[in-house]
């Protein structure tokens, strides 16, 4: 039983397009992250969500956009997709925003842009 | 700015020898420090937080301390399944946003 699944795992597409990645846990919790891990292996936050609600938004730019449709899922949708864009993103959860701390993460999607 | 530095960046033991990996920070108003580990092609898991300066957490064989400028955590007879990227992150006491180190990647040799 995974607790937080992502898809697709890999994803490779061209400059320009728009993709999604879709991200569910079945934990309960009530936060949902988005982060950023690049080449070098530096994990950055994108966004946070609680109960649907936005709480972080880390300067990211507005190509990025999340949809949480329910308190179990945390999609993130990317417009006119660029070189820069290519990296491993995760989707994680906490149970709240008080435990942020402690995460579980999703197994990632790597995103390549040609 | 909030800044977490992990060293060594590589290190590499053979299995039963103990060393440390470092983790030190400059996050205004800490409020939590906590260390991941990460497998190839996998996410982060969770292992530990500590919140004040003196405070040790122990799983295994790895054991985290703080004090106030920094973290370290120990690994004593290392073996080869403990071979992974170890992240360190903190939190601001006002703020719920993490930063993570660059991790420090651990080689345990049979």
């Known amino acids: 039983d995974t607790a937080v699944s992502q898809t697709p795992k890999y994803l490779v597409t061209q400059m320009g397009n728009d993709k999604s990645i879709k991200c569910e846990q079945n934990?309960?919790?009530?936060?949902m992250y988005w982060y950023k891990q690049d080449s070098k292996k530096f994990l950055k936050i994108m966004f946070s969500y609680n109960n649907k609600e936005l709480i972080i938004n880390e300067t990211v730019p507005n190509r990025f956009s999340p949809k949480s449709p329910d308190k179990a899922h945390l999609n993130l949708h990317i417009n006119s997709l660029e070189l820069g864009d290519s990296a491993v993103y995760f989707c994680a959860s906490s149970q709240d925003q008080q435990r942020m701390d402690e995460q579980y993460f999703g197994p990632g999607t790597r995103l390549t842009v040609t | 700015e909030d800044q977490v530095t992990q060293s060594p960046e590589a290190l590499r033991l053979q299995e039963g020898e103990s060393s440390s990996l470092n983790c030190s920070y400059t996050?205004?108003?800490?409020?939590?420090l906590f260390w991941y580990r990460q497998d190839p092609g996998k996410g982060p898991e969770f292992l530990f937080t500590?919140?004040?300066a003196g405070e040790e957490k122990e799983k295994e064989r790895l054991k985290a301390t703080l004090t106030k400028k920094e973290s370290f955590l120990h690994i004593t007879a290392p073996k080869p399944e403990d071979s992974a990227t170890y992240l360190c992150a903190g939190t601001s006491g006002g703020s719920y946003i993490p930063t993570f180190g660059r991790g420090t990647s651990l080689i345990v040799h049979p």
């Open positions: 996050v205004s108003g800490l409020r939590g």
């Open positions: 500590l919140y004040s």
């Open positions: 934990l309960g919790h009530d936060t």
